[in-house]
């Protein structure tokens, strides 16, 4: 017979990256891009897997985010810090208790410009029959009370923190199915307790997202080539105007800065994999000015590109 020392836990899992790379391959269950505003970061995962349930608590670093979800689940986020900070969630940023969901294939868009400690609860299969807000095209924001929210997270605690506890082995089903009940009464709490705000409407606004997920999908095509607003927006049936309010709104950032911040970052990630020169890669990506290029990568990785190549090939 095994003591209780030696008995079974559900045992989550801890995970830290310094590398960007390493991060963007372990995230689990989202179609997921991002580009850092940072020159190097520090990121935390704690993964707690449960029959019909992922438990995910992430120390995150300053980023902007684009992210799918995969089919047949449903997501629920929430921040687990107070920070006075807020994120630009979906185009729209506000210093509030929210808690967002996601369906099967649902998107989202995040400026996160701080540090960030992040929940996330993802049942498998979708969550259809307790009066949850669906969201299957764009992921939603809603706001809640302080008290729906701290229960929330409480409860993501108190789970993580039992989880490691041994349980004899004939226990452990039981356990792990009364954890997930009590995260599917968080939430329902959490969603009892919506505050009714004006400013989610615009956050929600499905049809403002897809122009700009149609304008992203655009400018991923190629980006080495040049970026002319009017041809854009020629494509996509839109004034400039309104092309460029939408990127502000979605990206907080002009369209051409948020465009060389994404080529400097496609440039590292080339290097790093040992490209054959520094100048054949820059200008793979747009980078015709080669001084130009050398001076913002300089001021935004603390380092020249020839030192990056020469990290990427001793790796």
């Given amino acids: 017979m095994n003591s209780i020392d030696d008995a079974p836990a559900l045992a989550p899992k801890t995970f830290r990256f310094s590398d960007v790379d390493e991060f963007r391959y372990a995230i689990r269950g989202l179609s997921f891009e991002f580009t850092p505003f940072v020159r190097k970061i520090s990121a935390e995962q704690t993964i707690l897997s449960l029959p019909g349930c992922d438990v995910n608590l992430t120390r995150a670093f300053p980023r902007v985010v684009d992210a799918q979800l995969v089919e047949n ?82 409860v993501v605690r108190e789970v993580l923190a039992a989880a490691s506890e041994p349980v004899d082995a004939t226990g452990l089903p039981t356990k792990a199915a009364a954890m997930k009940e009590s995260l599917l009464g968080a939430v329902d709490e959490a969603f009892e307790s919506i505050v009714p705000a004006r400013w989610i409407l615009r956050a929600n606004d499905e049809r403002n997202f897809r122009i700009f997920q149609n304008i992203r999908a655009l400018l991923s095509d190629d980006l080495s080539q040049p970026i002319y607003s009017e041809e854009i927006a020629r494509k996509l049936g839109l004034s400039v105007r309104t092309m460029h309010d939408a990127v502000r709104r979605y990206r907080g950032m002009s369209l051409h800065r948020y465009l060389r911040l994404r080529r400097l970052w496609l440039v590292r990630r080339q290097l790093l994999a040992g490209a054959d020169s520094v100048k054949a890669v820059a200008l793979a990506f747009g980078f015709w000015h080669l001084s130009d290029f050398s001076r913002s990568y300089r001021d935004q990785f603390g380092e020249t590109p020839s030192q990056t190549l020469e990290l990427g090939r001793r790796r």
Wanted: glycine fraction near 10%; hydrophobic fraction near 40%.
């Fill in 73 to 154: 689940c449903t997501a629920i986020g929430f921040m687990m810090d107070d920070l006075d900070v807020p994120i630009r969630f979906n185009g729209s940023q506000r210093a509030r208790p929210v808690i967002v969901i996601g369906s099967g294939g649902a998107a989202y868009t995040t400026i996160e410009e701080v540090q960030r400690l992040i929940g996330s609860v993802v049942f498998r299969p979708e969550v259809t029959d307790r009066g949850w807000p669906h969201a299957a095209s764009s992921f939603k924001i809603f706001e809640t009370t302080a008290a729906g929210l701290n229960r929330l997270r409480s």
